[in-house]
């Protein structure tokens, strides 16, 4: 992670860590202001914290995102206030893939010393390269499970110095940020899934973008299918998709018979019936938004399942839409 040892606070997830770095900066510095920026289209574990400490008499700005799901370092820049203590951006967008400016906005926010940066970058860690120490970062937020490390387990970064209030109060383990006994398995398990991320290097991620190529090219060619996550500065291991007029359940269900899993929305998160904040955010359409899934690549799938995979969601598309047509239009209310 191109961090000290001393910098890293071993927590029970993303959760954990996102929780423990806003909180912690709201608590330890209400003193000095109470105002956060963060984005319309952050994971729950970012955007219902900062919702909790709304009603808890703090301030948050929810900044706007483009077409693409991006932030602009201007927004940044408009929204900050003399009493701004914090900033959180994600580094990829959980459910398009959109890469935020991370280094542009952190840069700029050097010369604030007293406005700590935070990033949840649970979904970047070995998808995008990310460079803490130089993109002015203060806490950030890793998570096992999303580079097949155990479940359960993850790592607050804290910039060395930096003091915050800790949730957990007790024996005063991780730099006294994070009482509680450490789950020394779970970690020796992330410790080696890191390893072995480091092992692959830059090689897995060439692999899934040509896979990502592969499949965008293919659903583009389906009618009746659109993209939603954006061509150029995105992750190359998440692909949104809409098809209009077919419920995302109804499709999730046809694949799944399939042999195929994806999910809707965030796959940590699935609410049924409601649309995607985040692709509200960017301004998609209730309808569209609805029937919309998120396909996840990773380190198993090859060009021959994507090959079928695109076979399958024709075929599913084609049965669904047939079975649309044929029925009867619903009554009219009296
Ligand atoms: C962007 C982001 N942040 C936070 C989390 C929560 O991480 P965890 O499941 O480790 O608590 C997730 C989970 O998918 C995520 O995608």
Not at 187 to 204: C, N, Q, T
Request: net charge neutral; aromatic share 4%.
């Amino acid at each position: 992670m191109g961090c000290k040892e001393s910098e890293v606070i071993f927590t029970s997830g993303g959760t954990e860590s996102n929780n423990t770095a806003i909180k912690g900066v709201a608590f330890q510095y209400q003193n000095r202001g109470k105002h956060i920026i963060t984005t319309q289209v952050e994971h729950p574990a970012v955007y219902d914290v900062c919702k909790q400490l709304e009603g808890l008499g703090f301030a948050v700005t929810y900044l706007p995102v483009d077409r693409e799901g991006r932030v602009s370092v201007e927004a940044v820049q408009k929204a900050m206030r003399p009493d701004t203590i914090l900033v959180s951006v994600m580094h990829v967008n959980n459910e398009l893939g959109t890469i935020q400016p991370i280094l542009e906005i952190g840069q700029w926010l050097k010369q604030f010393p007293k406005v700590l940066f935070h990033v949840d970058a649970v979904q970047g860690i070995g998808k995008v390269p990310l460079r803490i120490k130089d993109s002015g970062i203060d806490l950030l937020s890793v998570s096992a499970h999303k580079f097949y490390g155990p479940r359960g387990v993850g790592i607050l970064y804290k910039r060395e110095g930096l003091i915050i209030h800790p949730l957990m109060m007790g024996g005063g383990q991780e730099g006294g940020v994070r009482s509680g006994t450490e789950n020394l398995p779970a970690i020796a398990g992330m410790a080696k899934a890191i390893r072995i991320l480091e092992e692959l290097g830059s090689v897995e991620m060439i692999r899934l973008q040509k896979l990502n190529q592969q499949l965008r090219e293919g659903i583009a060619t389906m009618e009746g299918c659109v993209v939603n996550t954006p061509e150029s500065n995105t992750a190359p291991h998440i692909m949104n998709l809409s098809v209009p007029g077919v419920k995302a359940e109804v499709l999730l269900h046809a694949l799944e018979e399939k042999g195929f899993l994806i999910s809707t929305k965030s796959a940590c998160s699935s609410k049924v019936n409601e649309p995607s904040r985040v692709l509200t955010a960017i301004g998609i359409e209730r309808d569209c938004a609805l029937s919309s899934l998120r396909i996840s690549l990773g380190r198993e799938n090859t060009p021959d399942d994507i090959q079928q995979f695109l076979k399958a969601l024709e075929e599913c598309v084609s049965v669904l839409r047939t079975y649309i047509k044929q029925q009867p239009a619903p009554a009219h209310r009296k």
